[in-house]
Nanobody
Framework: QVQLVESGGGLVQAGGSLRLSCAASGGTFSSYAMGWFRQAPGKERDFVAAIWWNDGNTRYADSMKGRFTISRDNAKNTVSLQMSSLKPEDTAVYYC???????????????????WGQGTQVTVSS
């Protein structure tokens, strides 16, 4: 079973950049697809981006395309989310999630990821 710990959140002005990291332990990291989700107060947890376990293919929510970049380093057991051109509406708690490869292909649905980190707060001021 994999454990996930996010870091890198904080306060940034609109138009700025932030890089989130997620460190994994306790499992074979390269056998998990990794996703980032976010949840704003009073709202559902939304898909942000995901990366396949083996070939680096990625998928993004439409509103993040061109602004966010997901990457992973299987040697370091980490997945990152580089965020740029941030907007106040990007303010949320950002979560890292893991889905075993044998559960099927990468998904945008939070319910298909069994492992989650505790989240890191990102606040974008206007």
């Amino acid at each position: 079973q994999v454990q996930l710990v996010e870091s890198g959140g904080g306060l940034v002005q609109a138009g700025g950049s932030l890089r989130l990291s997620c460190a994994a332990s306790g499992g074979t990291f390269s056998s998990y697809a990794m996703g980032w989700f976010r949840q704003a107060p009073g709202k559902e947890r939304d898909f942000v981006a995901a990366i396949w376990w083996n070939d680096g293919n990625t998928r993004y929510a439409d509103s993040m395309k061109g602004r966010f970049t997901i990457s992973r380093d299987n040697a370091k057991n980490t997945v990152s989310l580089q965020m740029s051109s941030l907007k106040p509406e990007d303010t949320a708690v950002y979560y890292c999630a893991a889905k075993p490869f044998h559960w099927g292909t990468v998904s945008t649905r939070a319910s298909e990821y069994p492992y989650w980190g505790q989240g890191t707060q990102v606040t974008v001021s206007s």
